[in-house]
């Protein structure tokens, strides 16, 4: 057999589990989780229903984090071309190699996005982590000098950065959530108080409400805002 029929199959395998990792990728290394909790809540802030529909939420999420990560995935197939063409004899080890320097723009962006306190909460959970392995393996001074170096590594890894990333998200991604419901839920109490008022309580309030919740919102073009402000909280350089 030729070494391209050992190849084409690795290829294709690689290809396939990169393939299945995408769903993984998008939610947790790029701006898609904080957008889509964001829209999500303005959509029940709004009470329309299916106004509008969640597939149009998911869309715009999707279209929003594709033009947040342009640069990146612009970075990430830059350096996979410099790969190609691919070689005929392809070892695992140039997978990897290939797969973390695509990934390398994917990594420093979630670094550069992952706020300090929750870097800090998972370099703790990783402390703990290590002292109770190193209680096994270690003790003494030795022990200690090796905590030190797993925790120097650590701190900057994606052990760390991935999951500090998420949580940062949806922290990020609730706040902007709080301060969409509170103007929507303000509309709702006043609107409930003057039926009530005025004596018409068979009217539901929300019937009366939301036009004029989708009305406040196109009237301070609310789309537009809430899409700057979500694209330029992400810190590209």
């Known amino acids: 057999m030729t070494d391209e029929t050992f190849t084409q199959p690795i290829i294709l395998v690689a290809s396939s589990l990169a393939l299945s990792l995408l769903p993984i990728i998008l939610m947790s290394m790029t701006s898609y989780l904080k957008f889509s909790i964001v829209f999500t809540a303005l959509r029940s802030a709004v009470g329309g229903g299916n106004i509008p529909p969640i597939s149009v939420v998911g869309l715009l999420s999707l279209a929003l984090s594709v033009f947040v990560m342009a640069p990146v995935f612009s970075d990430s197939w830059q350096r996979f071309e410099s790969y190609l063409p691919l070689p005929k004899n392809i070892a695992a080890e140039f997978f990897i190699r290939v797969g973390a320097d695509v990934l390398s723009p994917l990594v420093e962006f979630t670094r ?126």
Not at 116 to 140: H, I, M, P, T, W
Not at 178 to 197: E, K, T, Y
């Open 112 to 237: 550069r996005n992952t706020g300090d306190e929750e870097r800090k909460f998972f370099v703790e959970l990783a402390r703990e982590n290590s002292r109770q392995y190193q209680s096994v393996s270690a003790s003494g001074p030795n022990k200690d000098k090796s905590e030190t170096a797993f925790i120097g590594n650590t701190t900057q890894s994606v052990r760390i950065v991935i999951p500090a990333f998420i949580l940062t998200e949806l922290k990020e991604a609730f706040i902007l959530s709080l301060g969409l419901l509170m103007p929507f839920l303000a509309v709702d109490i006043i609107v409930s108080n003057i039926l009530v008022a005025v004596g018409v309580v068979m009217l539901s309030p929300s019937v009366v409400s939301l036009p004029l919740k989708i009305l406040l919102f196109v009237a301070v073009d609310g789309w537009s805002l809430l899409s700057q402000s979500l694209v330029l909280g992400y810190v590209q350089g």
